[in-house]
């Protein structure tokens, strides 16, 4: 018996990094999973991957911002399992740019990308929840939706704000048994950091063995984690599992940082 057994997850952003390792925890643990990404060839990849292990998934092409696109995800949901009991919105970007040579594209594509998706996402889901008489959103915050950081002050932003909506959203569905807390991942090996620059201040480096890749481990090390290296998409994987299943029953409108202790 698996933790998710006969649950239903949607789970965005699944072709790649923390999503991807969600998809294959919640796999093991007996769920049901709908995977979106604008990743079509990796997204299939992994579905059929799953799928030949067991596992009953679907991938759907999904741009998150795309309003209609939910409305046809979570109905295609309900069509191909019956429901939807989970929804981990995972999809972001995580761009970096000092504030005065911030175009106001550049600020509007980050609240669109990591703060609109998470609100249509979360306003599709509970519809769907309230007919199975609950379930639970998990939304993809980070460290830097705490902790502030030179250069990344759209970042910030954006994932303060999931932070907050996280809360509000929380208290209004909390007598429905519509459980809903953020994800709070520290500095994480995810191809995302192939795309950042050094604006963190830590030091990002290329890595010694000339792949198209940071020293992830490097990085975390000049930030000072306590713990000394960086984390793996399958820690926060775990703690995805945990708040996906009814082992977190009595939480909501929490917070889980799993950061290597960055912000105590």
């Known amino acids: ?113 990591n703060v609109d998706s998470v609100f249509l996402g979360t306003k599709y889901a509970i519809p769907a929840m309230r007919e199975r008489g609950g379930g639970s959103i998990i939304n993809l915050s980070s460290i830097a939706g705490i902790k502030g950081n030179a250069g990344m002050s759209a970042y910030n932003a954006s994932k303060g704000a999931v932070r907050l909506f996280t809360k509000g959203v929380a208290l209004e569905v909390a007598t429905e048994n519509i459980r809903v807390n953020s994800m709070h991942p520290g500095i994480i090996r995810t191809p995302i950091w192939g795309k950042m620059d050094d604006s963190l201040g830590g030091g990002i480096m290329p890595r010694a063995d000339g792949a198209n890749d940071v020293d992830v481990d490097a990085l975390a090390q000049g930030m000072n984690i306590p713990m000394g290296h960086s984390g793996s998409p399958q820690e926060i994987a775990n703690g995805l599992v945990f708040l996906a299943s009814d082992a977190s029953s009595h939480m909501t409108g929490a917070e889980l940082v799993i950061d290597g202790g960055y912000t105590a």
Do not use: C, H, Y
């Not at 699944?14 to 990796?42: C, Y």
């Open 1 to 113: 018996m698996g933790s998710l057994d006969n649950k239903t997850v949607l789970i965005t952003g699944a072709a790649s990094g923390i999503g991807r390792a969600a998809a294959e925890a919640m796999a093991k643990e007996g769920a049901n999973l709908v995977l979106t990404d604008i990743d079509v060839p990796e997204g299939k990849n992994l579905a059929a991957k799953l799928m030949k292990e067991g596992t009953k998934a679907i991938f759907l092409q999904q741009d998150v911002v795309d309003e209609a696109r939910w409305g046809e995800i979570v109905e295609e949901a309900k069509t191909e399992f019956g429901g939807l009991d989970v929804l981990v919105n995972n999809a972001g970007i995580a761009p970096s740019a000092p504030l005065t040579e911030m175009t106001l594209e550049f600020w509007e594509t980050m609240m669109e990308v």
